[in-house]
């Protein structure tokens, strides 16, 4: 979990990667559902577009977003890195 929910940051490397906080603690799921959450939100979409698909008990995490159901298309990284704080 993180003191400060929301985008953090961008991790360089071999592929970008983001760094999103959160609040809850990672018991039973509370943490990826967060995620899950405040990303859906962040980027206007219903909860099931996004889904972790790998690392749910890894701080590392693969997430697929359901772009079909964006209503816009939109830069992913822009959007997430435009400073969106998760409430």
């Known amino acids: 979990s993180s003191r400060r929910p929301g985008f953090q940051g961008i991790l360089e ?33 219903p909860v099931r577009a996004v889904e972790i698909i790998s690392g ?7 997430v697929r977003i359901d772009a079909a159901a964006m209503l816009q298309p939109c830069d992913l990284p822009e959007l997430l ?6 409430n």
């Open 13 to 45: 490397g071999e592929e970008q990667r983001l760094i999103w906080g959160v609040s809850a603690s990672p018991e039973k799921g509370k943490a990826n559902r967060e995620l899950v959450h405040a990303l859906a939100d962040v980027l206007r979409l």
């Open 56 to 62: 749910e008990t890894n701080n590392l995490k693969t």
């Open 81 to 86: 890195c435009s400073g969106h704080q998760s």
